[in-house]
Nanobody, 122 residues
């Protein structure tokens, strides 16, 4: 299975920005790349996804207009730019390779790599 390593998290004040990065180990073809997050005691949430075949981007309503997912094919990586952060965005963020046929659903995968913590203070 592919190993995904997320990085770039940290602590930021409300209204600030962060950019998360993900090394997409094991990605060798077209499909879907996605970001997820989970706060303590809460369900994991699909945040954003990118269909690498069509270029279409998908976002959860909670982050739409604030977050931007992008891919860097040359470095086999992707990013999640997060703007206008609020305390509700505090969570452990993971990246993953997803099924291209259901990319728009941002469904969680069975395998998780290393996550990165984002903490937003008010």
């Amino acid at each position: 299975q592919a190993q995904m390593v997320a990085s770039g998290g940290g602590s930021v004040q409300a209204g600030g920005s962060l950019t998360l990065s993900c090394k997409t180990f094991g990605y060798t073809g077209e499909g879907c790349l996605g970001w997820f997050r989970q706060a303590p005691g809460q369900e994991r949430e699909g945040v954003a996804s990118l269909n690498t075949r069509t270029g279409l981007l998908y976002y959860a309503d909670s982050v739409k207009g604030r977050f931007t997912i992008s891919q860097n094919k040359a470095t086999d990586s992707m990013n999640l730019r997060m703007n206008s952060l609020g305390p509700e965005d505090t969570a452990l963020y993971h990246c993953a390779l997803l099924n291209g046929d259901t990319c728009h659903l941002i469904l969680p995968p069975a395998f998780w790599g290393q996550g990165t913590q984002v903490t937003v203070s008010s």
